[in-house]
């Protein structure tokens, strides 16, 4: 299989062709938020040029179109999942909302003694709203470390037990960058009859996630990260689990009969989509799916190992670098967290954007994480479909530069 080669796939992406401070950008921060091909932005531009109407409602010939291409999008992510219907995708408007919602869905399941298992390198939005859920219900937060900088699964193994209701883990970590073992976890976490929660947020955009050979219960992920809009998330669920949960927000198209005292919910997926919906993000999520099918999930995904190995030698050949996570390559996808001895990530990151080269500085939303690796904020490069060597060699390049600049000043 031949990977992807950044380079051929660029002009789809016309705001990589830019400079900043007089250097050709090099954008190493899809982790926070990828960029967007032509095509995402042309499919949202249509429906707002030709069928802007709303859906689910009027009888109108725009508003059949916009729920159309809605509907459409739908199946477009159902499929890129693997899902067993497009009844299990819920559209929400990204990660966080979809972890908020369920935490609140898995409520009233919840009671004191009982356990959420989650592990230390979770992203802020899986650890806060199960938080809160457990100060409200009395459930009790408990928390799997990591052995050799990837997840312990001895302790995995020893936390589960009949009192854990809920696990939620992260696919792959925003920190670390490393894939956890979904699969393997998927039957320990049934064994003793917990929900699996799966955050997707790192792993759907670069690698072929199918839901129904990882056997989550949940999944949940953001658009943006995967060449989608802002503002659009995917909420995944078996069905036989959506159809028990009550909603956690009401209003318009969620209601079957609304009386003056009580209302009736309509069918999966809408019961769990109240109100208007992004239906323009939806339609640009359902673009970036099909761009990424074009692709092929695997070839991102090798083309993923290659860069990453490369990064990782050139990272390595800078003396003074520090790499977090484990001491080898092997899971690891999509990012890479270091820092520069001596050097604050925020002084270094802003350096490296005078040289073009735009990386991410800071606790990553995982705070928790970050305090048991005994550090308080590292620099991340994170590599998409459209980067390059060259990119990885124009970072190693301006962090020689930025270690002179600093030695030469102090
Ligand atoms: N989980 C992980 C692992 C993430 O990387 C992120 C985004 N940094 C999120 C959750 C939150 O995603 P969003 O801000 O799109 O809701």
Redesign the pocket.
């Known amino acids: 299989m031949q990977p992807i080669d950044g380079r051929q796939i660029q002009k789809d992406f016309p705001i990589l062709d830019q400079q900043v401070h007089d250097e050709d950008l090099v954008y190493l921060d899809s982790?926070?938020?990828s960029q967007k091909p032509c095509a995402v932005i042309e499919a949202m531009d249509r429906y707002y040029q030709e069928i802007n109407a709303n859906v689910h409602r009027g009888v109108h010939s725009l508003g059949e179109s916009a729920t159309q291409a809605y509907e459409e999008a739908r199946r477009k992510v159902a499929s890129f999942i693997g899902a067993a219907s497009e009844r299990e995708v819920i559209f929400t408007?990204?990660?966080?909302?979809?972890?908020n919602h369920l935490a609140r869905m898995l409520e009233p399941q919840l009671f004191p003694g009982d356990e959420v298992l989650i592990s230390i390198m979770?992203?802020?939005?899986?650890i806060v709203p199960w938080q809160q859920v457990c100060q409200r219900t009395g459930a009790k937060l408990v928390y799997v470390y990591l052995k050799d900088g990837r997840l312990d699964l001895d302790d995995v193994k020893a936390k589960l037990n009949p009192a854990t209701q809920v696990v939620s883990l992260?696919h792959?970590?925003?920190v670390l960058g490393i894939e956890n073992p979904i699969a393997e976890i998927a039957d320990w976490v049934h064994d003793v009859g917990a929900y699996l929660v799966v955050?997707g947020?790192?792993s759907v955009p670069h690698l072929p996630v199918d839901v129904q050979q990882l056997e989550v219960d949940f999944l949940?992920f953001?658009g943006?990260?995967m060449m989608g809009p802002?503002g659009i998330?995917v909420l995944y669920g078996k069905e036989s689990h959506l159809k028990e949960l009550e909603p956690v927000e009401f209003g318009g198209e969620m209601i079957d009969f609304v009386f003056e005292q009580e209302s009736t919910w309509t069918d999966l997926p809408w019961k769990l989509e109240a109100g208007t919906p992004p239906i323009a993000e939806a339609i640009g999520l359902g673009a970036a799916v099909d761009y990424l099918n074009d692709l092929g999930m695997d070839r991102l995904a090798a083309q993923d190992k290659d860069l990453l190995a490369y990064l990782w030698r050139g990272l390595q050949s800078v003396e003074g670098v520090e790499i977090y996570g484990p001491p080898s390559l092997e899971g690891r996808t999509g990012l890479i967290s270091f820092n520069l001895e001596g050097l604050h990530p925020h002084d270094v990151a802003t350096a490296l954007d005078y040289e073009g080269v735009a990386v991410r500085a800071g606790h990553?939303?995982a705070q928790p994480l970050l305090s048991y690796l005994g550090v308080g904020a590292t620099l991340r490069a994170s590599l998409y479909a459209y980067n390059t060597k060259e990119d990885c060699d124009r970072l190693v390049q301006a962090l020689e530069k930025t270690k002179e600049f600093f030695n030469g000043t102090f």
């Not at 408007?93 to 972890?99: F, M, P, V, W």
């Not at 979770?122 to 899986?126: K, R, T, Y």
């Open positions: 982790a926070a938020t408007r990204g990660t966080t909302t979809g972890l979770e992203h802020h939005s899986n992260a792959v970590s925003n955050d947020a790192q949940v953001s943006h990260k802002t998330g990553h939303c």
